[in-house]
C-alpha cells in the first residue's frame, strides 16, 4: 500500500517568514495529493490540493509543489501569521475508485510572534 | 461546521465498557471514514464505507467495529474499552464515485473518548 513520509516533524519560525514541509510518497500510480491543517481541538481541514497533471498550485500564500518523478510534493506558507499555527497533514491518494487517502505523520507548525 | 457531524463530542467510559459513537457525512458524501488520532499522533485510518458496505480496513481492532446505514449515517462501536483507546476519533467523508475521482475529505470534529 501506499506509504507517506512527512519532515519535519516540527517547525518554528518567525512571524513573516516562509515555512515549508516536505512529503513523500511510495505509490507511483497515485494521483491526487491534498494538505490539511488541523487546529488544536479541531478535526482536519482541507487547504490546499494538487493532482498529478500539475506541478504547482498557489492559493494566496499558500502553494504546493509537485515533483513526480522523485515522488515528493511540499507545501509552502510564506509570510506566516501566527494564526498559521497548527498541525499540518500531507496526503497522497491512489487512482481508481473507492482509493482511500494515506495521511503523513503531520508537522507542527509555530509562528513566532 | 464542515458538514459532517459527529457525536458525542466527549465520552468518558470505564474500562471494559462498550460505546457507540455516530457520524453523519456531508450531504451527498456516499464514502464515510473512520481515523484515530491518540495524543499528538497521526492519523491512523480505521475503516472505509461507501454506500453501506465495507470497501477497506485499516488498523482497527477486532475489539472494534462499524457500520454504515441506508441513510449513510455510520457508527463505530468500540467495546471492552482499554485505557490505551483513549483517543479522538475522526469521521471523515468525500463523494467517493464509483469512477477514478480526486475529492478530498471533509473531517468531523471528532470524539474525545476517554477510557478511565
Known amino acids: 500500500g501506499e506509504n507517506v513520509e512527512q519532515h519535519p516533524s516540527t517547525l518554528s519560525v518567525q512571524e513573516g517568514d516562509s515555512a515549508v514541509i516536505k512529503c513523500t510518497y511510495s505509490?507511483?500510480?497515485?494521483?491526487?495529493f491534498p494538505w490539511y491543517k488541523q487546529e488544536l481541538g479541531k478535526g482536519p481541514q482541507l487547504i490546499i490540493d494538487i493532482r498529478s497533471n500539475v506541478g504547482e498550485k498557489k492559493d494566496q500564500r499558500i502553494a504546493v509543489t509537485l515533483n513526480k518523478t522523485a515522488k515528493h510534493f511540499s507545501l509552502h506558507i510564506t509570510e506566516t501569521q501566527p494564526e498559521d499555527s497548527a498541525v499540518y497533514f500531507c496526503?497522497?491518494?491512489?487512482?481508481?475508485?473507492?482509493?482511500?487517502?494515506?495521511f503523513g505523520t503531520g508537522t507542527k507548525l509555530q509562528v513566532i510572534p | 461546521d464542515s458538514g459532517v457531524t459527529q457525536t458525542p463530542k466527549h465520552l468518558i467510559t470505564a474500562t471494559g465498557q462498550r460505546v457507540t459513537l455516530r457520524c453523519s457525512p456531508r450531504s451527498g458524501d456516499l464514502s464515510v471514514y473512520w481515523y484515530q488520532q491518540s495524543l499528538d499522533q497521526g492519523l491512523q485510518f480505521l475503516i472505509q464505507?461507501?454506500?453501506?458496505?465495507?470497501?477497506a480496513k485499516g488498523n482497527i481492532l477486532e475489539r472494534f467495529s462499524a457500520q454504515q446505514f441506508p441513510d449513510l449515517h455510520s457508527e463505530l462501536n468500540l467495546s471492552s474499552l482499554e485505557l490505551g483507546d483513549s483517543a479522538l476519533y475522526f469521521c471523515a467523508s468525500s463523494v467517493g464515485r464509483d469512477r477514478e475521482s480526486n475529492y478530498g475529505y471533509t473531517f468531523g470534529s471528532g470524539t474525545r473518548l476517554t477510557v478511565v
Open positions: 496526503a497522497a491518494r491512489g487512482s481508481g475508485g473507492y482509493q482511500k487517502v494515506t
Open positions: 505509490d507511483s500510480a497515485s494521483n491526487y
Open positions: 464505507y461507501y454506500n453501506g458496505e465495507e470497501r
